[in-house]
């Protein structure tokens, strides 16, 4: 899952920082009054002030002994946080700010810089085993980044929480490579006086070689698991697969697919539906998932306007059902009474009249092919199973 936004440093490096905290107290007032973001706010910004509840509840706060389990329950945040702090600890003394890193609750695992930053941190409730997220503490670096899994760059009065308007806090997520989850995120976070947009370029880099590790360590425990796993494909001429409960593969026979599969409705006991490859029998191991070529065929395919979804028959008289978007349903249905196929061309007439559309109809064929797979097939577009609307 991308970011929403691309980062964008919170002062210019050719700006007067008291003029712009001026104009950012501005906004800040205009906004505390009226409730309504003003034209001038930052995107990352705007968006957050929109998420703020009425009222904050202010940070929780974990005991030590949660806070040490929290540390150890993941290998590979305990990775990051100790890559973290070997690339960015000696800038915290040199540039007086402290670096903060939190887990996915965002409960606060570590503090570490400047005994004179992290005592006026300490002021605010900045402490390890404390809360900081948008719904406890409003706006801030921490809590901001992974609500919008992007860098971000929080300076002055940008801050929802009055009590922060003296900090400048340059935060990024820290990404799980096994569900591109947020795994935590870090800060930087200091006076005023340290606001650079350099702090932020150093933190996007940084977290985008740590994230690169994490993707390197999860891959070497994947290829680590294949040898053991193998033992999970079944009998020699049976297409199979061992994958992990996020989709990844780890052994393969007889099938050529990707490092990951999309399996629409996640895995479970039974038969699931793999778009592009069919339909499979699921059974788990342990916290690996077994996965054989089933025998039964679709047979038949019902579209249902109300709610709008797909009904899919087998030879074993067992039956799926997809939801659709209406605009998926529209398209299904133009296609099905055209059983001899339409290009993406013709098919964006029938859907959208004039003008050309193709982009935008392949688009939502390739996004309805992640739950019929081959059922809807290309060039032409057409369905390769008996098909009735309703």
């Not at 929403?4 to 906004?27: C, F």
């Not at 706010?41 to 706060?61: C, I, K, L, M, N």
């Not at 697969?241 to 409705?265: E, H, K, M, Q, Y």
């Not at 605009?327 to 964006?348: K, Y």
């Amino acid at each position: 899952m991308p970011p929403l936004t691309r980062p964008s440093s919170a002062l210019r490096i050719d700006q007067d920082p008291r003029v712009h905290l001026r104009h950012l107290d501005s906004l800040f007032e205009q906004w505390s009054s009226t409730g309504a973001v003003p034209t001038g706010v930052r995107e990352q910004v705007a968006r957050s002030w929109q998420r703020q509840p009425a009222t904050y509840h202010g940070a929780d706060y974990c005991p030590a002994d949660e806070v040490a389990h929290r540390r150890a329950a993941d290998p590979l945040l305990n990775h990051a946080s100790a890559a973290l702090r070997e690339r960015l600890l000696t800038s915290c003394t040199d540039t007086a700010t402290e670096l903060v890193l939190c887990d996915s609750d965002g409960v606060v695992l570590w503090v570490a810089g400047p005994p004179n930053v992290r005592k006026r941190s300490e002021n605010l409730g900045f402490v390890e085993g404390a809360s900081w997220t948008e719904k406890a503490v409003g706006t801030n670096a921490l809590g901001t980044a992974m609500a919008d899994r992007a860098p971000v760059q929080i300076f002055g009065s940008e801050h929802s929480h009055p009590s922060h308007h003296s900090w400048v806090c340059t935060g990024a997520p820290i990404i799980d490579p096994r569900d591109e989850s947020v795994l935590g995120a870090i800060t930087l976070s200091g006076g005023l006086r340290t606001a650079h947009p350099h702090t932020l370029s150093l933190v996007c880099s940084t977290l985008d070689a740590v994230n690169a590790e994490l993707r390197t360590i999860h891959q070497d425990g994947l290829r680590s698991r294949s040898d053991a796993a193998s033992g999970l494909l079944g009998p020699a001429g049976a297409d199979s697969l061992v994958v992990d409960g996020n989709g990844w593969v780890i052994a393969t026979r007889g099938i050529a697919v990707s490092d990951r599969l999309f399996v629409p409705g996640g895995l479970a006991t039974g038969t699931v539906w793999i778009p592009s490859l069919g339909h499979f029998d699921a059974n788990q191991v342990g916290d690996l998932w077994q996965l054989r070529r089933a025998t039964r065929s679709a047979t038949s395919l019902i579209l249902q306007a109300e709610p709008p979804c797909a009904v899919v028959s087998f030879d074993d008289r067992e039956q799926a059902t997809h939801p659709l978007t209406r605009r998926q349903f529209d398209l299904l249905r133009i296609v099905a009474a055209h059983p001899t196929g339409l290009s993406a061309r013709e098919l964006s007439t029938e859907l959208y009249g004039g003008g050309d559309h193709t982009v935008t109809v392949r688009a939502e064929v390739s996004r309805i092919r992640r739950s019929l797979g081959p059922l809807l097939a290309p060039r032409p577009y057409r369905l390769t199973v008996p098909s009735i609307c309703r």
